[in-house]
């Protein structure tokens, strides 16, 4: 019999963090205002990003304590219309799309490929600065009145008759897209130019070819999203009427636009999150991923029919019925790729010696919840039963399922899985363990009576309803709270790991990756010598070799 | 039951009494659209369980304490063959069935009565053809088809009626239709999906279903004394439209009599069919809607007649010189009105004035 874990830590009496490293290479605020490191990049991210995430959790806590009555008696309607839109702009913009790859992708990316950085370090800082600008952009107009234009932005609404933020809050977004499309921009250099000898594409690690994947959606679909939040600024200051009917314009050519980018943006937020989880499923359970190619190729496909599949947003707005044949048609293609990939990572699982610490609870968690938010998505690319589902709770509990249940699950997932590496400490297992569990229960209490609100046919977006959807409407908000505690103990624990945690070691989870096989935390250069990729990505046999030489040549 | 606190008793009450779990089918396409509603969840939960058992297996099996050391696999094209196609097959099943679905709900039968919805911030007004008008509610007949000409004076706006499992958005600038033909008598929701703005929560409203009697005692009580193709007729008369289009031999535009329904050739070489929205635009935008062999002198009616002036018109145009114009005049002129001429939703008196009613625009 076995430990139940794969955790192999150093001597804690004899074991010291490096005394070089990234974090204490230098010192002071500049440091790391002007730092070019990829890593400290992606930890000044990962604060901002925490900082909006809780901002964002809050406006959601509003939105679910007005719900918790039929009447709209906690909030005004327009505080209300206010409070959801700054939940999704905010979750959206500056949380779901930068999370993983701002964060993690940034931090990462470059060790797994044995690079030294990305390829522009300088325009990675900027897309830092950009984001920022952005974000407090963005938390400026929230506080001097808001926007309440839903974070879809509809014209005519958002360009006639709100008076509201709508400009200032669009050039937020604007400016935190280049952020974006900056993030992508260098991950698709760096992956293409910057790999060490020896690492060809199909030896890439998985969460390498998500981020690519997602960053040539970033690269591609955001300037789209940018042209439309001017045209709509341009509306509203000097009426240029492109979506004014008055004026010969279409309404639903915003839709198009927004949309174009939008979808897309689903799989920008969806994509490095599964890449995370390919990472975390071989190492917890020592297997190469199951169909690796198949497992890459997907996350391109997905990038690829996901531009195709925009106007299913549109079914039931009066565009040509042959035109919903055709993305109907896409949105059922487009759903396959997925269902590669949730069956190759059980049969990861397959003849493995599996091992259940906090990554892998969540990555359980993000393969039963995407599911579901998957096969109801396929409820809505279905013409038929999208007129009825479409716009109201059903859509509501479907994205949060896939955003929450999936990408944040990833995200958790990837943090705690590198946060050994990116701190140099452990987390505390057990504490974590449960946090993992009540995020999950708090997560079904919360969205999945929304799937049944939404076929009763609550229609989303109101800040009152009819009192025969309470019921339901009560079992989400409490599912809140206790999705809110889930998501605060995680920040606790964390922050008190980064002085109390247990040393972590060069590679506590004997993991592959190459980011593994240096120091915790890394070295500013990532690397004392570049590595030579020389084997297979998750080959778990030359692991046991590279640690029987160790012993070797130590003895 | 002191010991139980007011408020979840309260609770507890309200739930066991007024608690749904599935809307009540109420049309003739529910009962079809949840027969896919059904395929679909059983295919997902069938792949939910399938993938949870593949977890939990394999979780117990293969824990690091029972198989310490991993066999490495590389793949099965077979296996991974079998989950792409099964799931393909599936996918392509629900989009034939649903696109089956999908045209039915929005392909009208021919015979279906026709019910215009103006949407506004935040109200739902509704002109039934014999000139009734309500606000925030709908009255439709049992087992008729039923169809919505639904337009939006303002902001994007969805009507929905998830008894029917319809939903429609209606558009600014632009006529969308929708249909469907009640089952059950009974009093169902009305919501605006679409968020709207500041009350979007308040526009909701209710769909009565009544029996064809009461559905007709209803329209008597209803009538505002003159049909909508009525009042288009006199706004006709009002904005002097018939100063041009008549049938004289010098008449400079073409003759409106027949030409709903009809090809019609235009200016600019295009060939279209004359439907609502055609005419609606030859209205508000009438240098880009010229019929062959007339000159571009239309005024354009932009900004000057209201939406439900606008719908006056078509309905006018539509029925003129067909037999179903007088028909409709008859209906609502023979029916007996009912005590004291009830008008619902507030707009008493609002056609007696058609050039009030047209002109002003809200």
Not at chain 1, 49 to 56: A, E, L, N
Not at chain 1, 232 to 239: D, N
Request: charge should be neutral; charged fraction near 10%; include cysteine.
């Amino acid at each position: 019999m076995s430990s139940a874990t794969i955790i192999s830590l150093p001597d804690q009496s004899t074991a010291r963090i490096p005394k070089t490293n990234y974090l204490t290479k230098e010192n002071g605020l500049l440091s790391w205002l002007l730092t070019q490191d990829h890593k400290r990049i992606g930890l000044l991210y990962l604060m901002s990003i925490s900082v909006f995430f809780f901002i964002g959790g809050c406006l959601a806590g509003l939105i679910r304590l007005e719900l918790l009555t039929p009447q709209s008696d906690l909030l005004a309607t327009d505080t209300y219309n206010k409070v959801f839109t700054m939940h999704g702009v905010i979750m959206i913009f500056f949380f779901l799309v930068p999370s993983v790859p701002a964060t993690l992708g940034n931090f990462f990316l470059p060790m797994m490929l044995g690079a030294r950085d990305l390829a522009l370090p300088k325009m990675n800082l900027a897309s830092w600065y950009l984001y920022m600008a952005g974000g407090i952009l963005a938390l400026y107009a929230m506080i001097t009145g808001g926007v309440d234009t839903g974070w879809t932005f509809t014209t005519p609404l958002s360009t006639h008759y709100v008076n509201t933020n709508v400009i200032t809050t669009g050039l937020a977004i604007f400016i935190a897209g280049f952020s974006s499309i900056f993030t992508g921009l260098n991950f698709i250099v760096t992956i293409h130019k910057m790999r060490c000898p020896g690492m060809t594409w199909f030896r890439m690690p998985l969460f390498v070819w998500s981020n690519y994947a997602a960053s040539v959606l970033m690269v591609l679909g955001t300037p789209v999203l940018a042209t439309a939040l001017i045209l709509v600024v341009l509306e509203r200051t000097v009426g240029i009427g492109v979506f004014d009917p008055t004026k010969g314009g279409d309404p639903l050519l915003f839709q198009h636009l927004f949309w174009f980018y939008s979808h897309p943006a689903v799989y920008i937020m969806i994509l490095p999150g599964m890449g995370v989880i390919s990472e975390v499923i071989s190492t917890f359970s020592r297997k190469r991923v199951f169909g690796y190619t198949a497992v890459a190729f997907s996350s391109v496909a997905i990038a690829v029919f996901g531009f195709f599949v925009w106007a299913h947003h549109m079914f039931i707005m009066g565009i040509s019925s042959y035109a919903v044949l055709v993305f109907s048609l896409l949105t059922m293609l487009v759903a396959v790729p997925s269902a590669i990939k949730i069956y190759n990572w059980a049969m990861t699982l397959y003849k493995g010696s599996i091992t259940f610490e906090t990554p892998m609870l969540y990555a359980f968690g993000f393969m039963g919840l995407f599911t579901i938010g998957g096969m109801t998505g396929v409820f809505l690319g279905t013409s038929g039963t999208d007129i009825h589902l479409t716009e109201t709770y059903f859509i509501v509990a479907h994205f949060h399922f896939v955003m929450v249940g999936g990408m944040l699950m990833a995200f958790l997932s990837g943090l705690h899985f590198w946060w050994p590496k990116m701190t140099g400490r452990m987390y505390p297992e057990k504490i974590s363990q449960m946090a993992a569990v009540v995020t999950f229960i708090g997560f079904n209490l919360t969205f999945f009576p929304q799937f049944i609100l939404g076929t009763l046919g609550m229609p989303r977006r109101y800040a009152s309803y009819p009192p025969e959807f309470q019921v339901l409407n009560v079992f989400s908000t409490a599912g809140a709270s206790i999705l809110g505690v889930g998501y605060l103990l995680p920040v606790l624990y964390l922050t008190w790991s980064l002085k109390y945690g247990k040393i972590a070691g060069d590679n506590p989870w004997q993991a592959t990756g190459l980011e593994w096989q240096t120091q915790s935390p890394p070295l500013t250069e990532n690397f004392s010598e570049l590595p030579i990729m020389d084997h297979e990505a998750y080959d778990y046999d030359w692991l046991e070799r590279q640690k029987a030489k160790e012993v070797a040549s130590v003895g | 039951m002191s010991h139980i606190s007011p408020v979840i008793w309260q609770f507890l009450v309200k739930w066991l009494t007024n608690f749904a779990l599935f809307p009540p089918e109420a049309s003739k396409i529910a009962p079809q659209m949840d027969a896919l509603y059904f395929f679909i969840l059983l295919v997902s939960l069938v792949g939910l369980t399938s993938v949870i058992l593949l977890v939990t297996t394999f979780s117990i099996l293969y824990r690091k304490q029972r198989h310490p050391v991993a066999v490495q696999i590389e793949g099965s094209t077979l296996l991974e063959a079998t989950w792409t196609i099964i799931p393909l097959g599936l996918f392509l099943v629900m989009f034939v069935w649903g696109a089956l679905i999908y045209f039915r709900v929005f392909t009208p039968p021919p015979n279906a009565m026709n019910v215009y919805v103006v949407g506004k911030q935040w109200m739902w007004k509704v002109e039934h053809p014999g000139g009734q008008h309500e606000i925030n509610s709908l009255h439709v007949p049992l087992g008729r088809a039923v169809q919505l000409t639904l337009i939006s004076q303002d902001v994007f706006h969805s009507l929905s009626i998830p008894a029917f499992r319809v939903k429609r958005e209606a558009i600014p600038g632009r006529y969308t239709t929708v249909w469907f033909e009640a089952t059950r008598v009974g009093t169902y929701h009305l919501f605006c999906s679409q968020y709207c703005g500041t009350d979007h929560s308040h526009m909701i409203g209710d769909v009565v279903v009544m029996t064809p009697e009461d559905y007709r005692k209803w329209l008597a009580g209803s009538t505002s004394g003159a049909s909508l193709a009525q009042n288009g007729e006199r706004l006709f008369a009002a904005l002097s439209c018939s100063a041009c289009h008549n049938t004289r031999p010098d008449a400079r535009g073409p003759s409106l009599a027949n030409v709903y329904g009809s090809k019609l050739r235009l200016a600019n070489g295009q060939s279209i069919t004359v439907d609502d929205s055609y005419l609606r635009q030859a209205i508000l935008e009438p240098s880009q809607h010229v019929t062959q062999g007339y000159v571009p002198i239309m005024p354009t009616y932009q900004g000057q007649i209201s939406e439900e002036g606008v719908i006056s018109l078509v309905e006018y145009i539509k029925h003129l010189n067909s037999d179903y114009r007088v028909q409709q005049t008859t209906t609502t002129t023979e029916l007996p009105p009912a005590s004291g001429g009830k008008v619902t939703g507030g707009k008493t008196g609002a056609v007696k004035s058609p050039a009030a009613q047209g002109m002003v625009n809200q």
